[in-house]
């Protein structure tokens, strides 16, 4: 019944949209057993729900190998398994399946950047570095690959202590990931700047009255951890989640997808959202918390870019604690530049917007500490390297949650089995190590003008 069958998959979709996910597996299902064709593809798809949305990652795992078992050279089935298996640190295997792509296609440049991206620093070698090239140097080449491989380069010469042919592999990159969009829109400074202007103006105190809410007992309590992209706030939730009775959420949309449905336009909206659809709000987060860990005392919600949005976070639980990750400026925007972002934050791919949109977060920090002091937690990536044992009790103490038997260097890599679902995959799953606190130092000459630009701003 090819006509109800695509019928199902189309409604699938729909319910996904919906963020109705049960019913979407559902709907999948009766796609699957109604015939239709490629069944590869619906099995993705339900992969994707397990593991992006509802955290069951063996069950992503097992839709993802019933996908290659109807069709054992389905690349896109391939590349998600070898991205599952780097999400819960499984190099061995996801090596595999990426070699496996390599061989049924040895032009799927995105599974050789992705391959030499998780290599540890240690064992980047000159011939995986010269294969980049040669890619590279490949007429047909999409502007998307040549993206992903002139990141993999930059990381590669940057291990070998190549700093200038690894920042003139970074700005090829940068551009091509910019071309790579057709209508690519610039990042523009002064709407930020209005934006941080409306953020400010928008801000209500929190009343005194509200600061304790009721909330069923068995509802896991939020701690959100926000900041700039690579400023360690990955490494902080796994450090938490050492902590007994946390359990890592990563990076939740609940939030982002208020903002842009039911309160849009933000942030003017919020000053009418009544109290009694605030508590409903507050109410279907922790329920969403619970859906991830209903045993768990408190649950992480670690999305960098929650910093545009404390001031709605203290609206709906003003008894929120906010734990803010922050490092040395210059690393922090260099290192930003030397990650492949999504080309929707074009700020991202310049050095001095990076810069202007560092100083624009800081100042809209500085306001959020005074509307909310003792309610914000400075978590710095740089004395925590430096000190671990009391950096993490401070962070402990100021959450109000034990602190593991032991912090040691070591703890901050994830356990095994547990996802991690961020660009700094692998980096996360090592012992705290000091190589990137001050790394700007290697590329001197390249940041000065970063340098002038963010000078005055508290580092």
Known sequence: MPGVADSLFNLAVQQKQAQQFEAALDSYQKALDAGIARPE?????????????????????????????????????????????????????????????????????EALARYANMQPPAKADALLAAKLRSALADAGAS???????????????????????????????????RAGVPRFTPYDRAAQERLVDRL????????????IQERPPSAPRPIFICGMFRSGSTLAEQLLAHCPGVTPGGELDFLPRLVAGELAPFPETLRTVPAGRRAELAAQYRTALSRIA??????????????????????????????????????????????????????????IDIGHYYRQYRRLMAHWKKMFPGDI???????????????????????????????????????????????SVWQVREPLYRRSSGRAANYAVEVSNLRDYLRGVPG
């Open 294 to 351: 209903p045993k768990a005392t408190h649950v992480t919600d670690k999305r960098p870019d929650n910093f545009l949005y404390i001031g709605l976070i203290k609206s709906l639980m003003p008894d929120a604690r906010i734990v803010h990750t922050l490092r040395n400026p210059l690393d922090n925007c260099l290192s930003i530049y030397f990650l492949h972002l999504d080309q929707s934050m074009s700020y991202a791919l310049d050095l």
């Open 200 to 211: 400010i103006a928008s801000t209500e105190p929190v009343r005194s009255d509200a600061r």
């Open 41 to 109: 593809e619906v099995h993705l798809n339900r992969s994707v729900i397990y593991a992006d949305h509802l955290h069951q990652y063996a069950a992503a795992e097992h839709e993802l190998k019933l996908a290659l078992s109807a069709n054992p050279s389905f690349v896109p089935g391939l590349l998600n398994l070898a991205a599952l298996y780097e999400d819960l640190g499984d190099r061995a295997q996801a090596g595999a399946a990426y070699a496996r792509i390599m061989q049924l296609d040895p032009r799927c440049y």
């Open 377 to 423: 937690f400075d978590f710095d990536y740089d004395a925590l390297v430096r000190e671990p044992k009391s950096t993490m009790q401070s962070l402990c103490d100021f959450l109000n949650v034990d602190r593991p038997p032991e912090v040691l260097p070591a703890v901050a890599a994830a356990a095994p089995g547990r996802a991690v679902k961020t660009a």
């Open 143 to 177: 502007v998307a690959e040549r993206a992903s491989l002139g990141f993999a380069l930059g990381r590669l010469l940057d291990a070998a202590g190549e700093y200038t042919a690894a920042f003139v592999a970074y700005e090829a990159a940068n551009r091509a990931s």
